[in-house]
Each structure stands twice: as structure tokens, then as C-alpha cells.
């Protein structure tokens, strides 16, 4: 992995970004169209999508802040799929110009805007193996303790204790499943205490057990900081 030295930090600072307000439920870059720029997710939360020609919604990926969700634009500039704000999000913008520019310049700050895609798409297969053979309610667990992962390491669910956005409509857009089914998943996992839901609140109070029936080990999340792979839990913070 590439490290960053004080001089790449300070290219990074100087990077030219422009930040913008976006509301839940908006598109930032919508499929088909031509893209000119990257996206930083400074706060809040997005999510990835596609349409089936009928018109179904199959969400393929979410992310979280610090994430950079469409680097893979700086090579396929016609986007695939559409990207948009979960709930209301601060979005940074910054050219492909001056993103190409800096890793010409800055060849680990290169290694680690490809680390971050390696990752992006060893999530992807992470999902593809959970929608294709895990049973519904190993697919939420999953789900479940990938984003308390996900938002631990950048510091937003300390102790198992997170925001999670979501709707059951698009819990079910994501799992492949229907919003009937996430709800009585959910049930059947509160009950069994192993979470806890109030809102947009999460809680994890059972982590080996919510792991174990998610099949969930940490390893394709490929954290820098130190994590008890056989767990999947992090250290205390």
C-alpha cells in the first residue's frame, strides 16, 4: 500500500474542490451522462443505482464519508449508472484535470486513488456473492455489519452504535428483497437481540452473532487500521 508523505498531503490540501449541498433523493450524476469531474463524499450518505427497464430499482453499492464513489470516471467518463444523495449530503467536486494532474505529479497519491478502487470492487463482489447465495436474512446481517465497518474506521460508530439513513425501500433495493421481507428480517433480528432500530439509529448489541449469520469477515473491506479478522470487530476507539 502507498503511504503519503508530508508533500503529498500538501498537494491534497491545494486540490482545487468544489463543494455543494445536495438533497436526499437527488441525482449528482445521473446515468448516460457525460462526466467531467470526481466526487468526494465529505458527509452524509449516497448511494449508487440502476433502473430496469421496468422501471426496478436495484441499488448496487452505498458509501459513506471520505469515499470517492466515481474515480473509475477519469477512465469511463459515460456514467453506467447514477449516483445520488441518500440523505442530504456535502459533495466535493474536483476536475478529472486536476485529479489527473496530481497523480502524474504524485505517484503514491496514483497508488492510492487505485487502492481505493480495488476496494470499490472488491465490495462489489462481496455483494454479488451475498445477492446470488445468501438467504435474505444473511444478506441484511451482512449488510448490517459491513456499514457499522464501513462508518467505525472513519470514526461515525463508535462502540457498534451508528446512523444508518436507509429506508426499508431501499435496504430492499439494495438486498434484493421485498420491503415485506426487510421488515420481518429486521423483527427477527431484533428479537433474537441482536440489533436495535430507533429511526436512523442502529445498534449492534450482538456483533459474533449478527457476523456469523451475515457470513461476514472483514478482509475484502482491506482496513489499514487494526482489525480481529476472525471477529470482524474492531478495536475499541
Not at 469511463?76 to 445520488?84: G, K, Q, T
Not at 447465495?133 to 456499514?147: I, K, P
Amino acid at each position: 500500500m502507498a503511504d503519503l508523505n508530508d508533500d503529498d498531503r500538501e498537494a491534497l490540501a491545494r486540490l482545487p474542490i468544489l463543494v455543494r449541498e445536495v438533497g436526499a433523493g437527488v441525482d449528482i450524476v445521473s446515468e448516460g451522462q457525460h462526466v467531467t469531474q470526481c466526487c468526494i463524499l465529505i458527509d452524509g450518505f449516497t448511494h449508487r443505482y440502476r433502473h430496469t427497464f421496468e422501471g426496478k430499482r436495484q441499488i448496487i453499492a452505498f458509501h459513506v464519508p471520505g469515499d470517492i464513489p466515481d474515480l473509475h470516471s477519469l477512465h469511463i467518463n459515460i456514467m453506467d449508472h447514477s449516483f445520488a444523495a441518500t440523505t442530504r449530503s456535502l459533495i466535493g467536486f474536483v476536475s478529472h484535470e486536476a485529479v489527473w494532474s496530481l497523480c502524474v505529479s504524485h505517484p503514491n497519491i496514483a497508488a492510492a486513488l487505485w487502492l481505493e478502487t480495488l476496494i470499490d470492487g472488491a465490495i462489489f463482489r462481496e455483494w454479488i456473492v451475498g445477492l446470488g447465495r445468501l438467504s435474505g436474512t444473511s444478506r441484511t446481517a451482512h449488510l448490517l455489519c459491513e456499514l457499522a465497518m464501513r462508518l467505525r474506521s472513519v470514526g461515525l460508530s463508535p462502540e457498534n452504535v451508528y446512523r444508518i439513513p436507509l429506508t426499508q425501500h431501499e435496504l430492499a433495493d439494495a438486498l434484493g428483497l421485498t420491503v415485506v421481507t426487510v421488515n420481518r428480517v429486521l423483527q427477527e433480528l431484533k428479537l433474537k437481540g441482536l440489533i436495535e432500530r430507533e429511526r436512523s439509529r442502529m445498534v449492534i448489541k450482538n456483533w459474533p452473532a449478527l457476523a456469523r449469520i451475515g457470513e461476514f469477515n472483514a478482509d475484502y473491506l482491506h482496513f489499514r487500521i487494526g482489525v480481529d479478522m476472525a471477529s470482524g470487530d474492531l478495536p475499541a476507539t
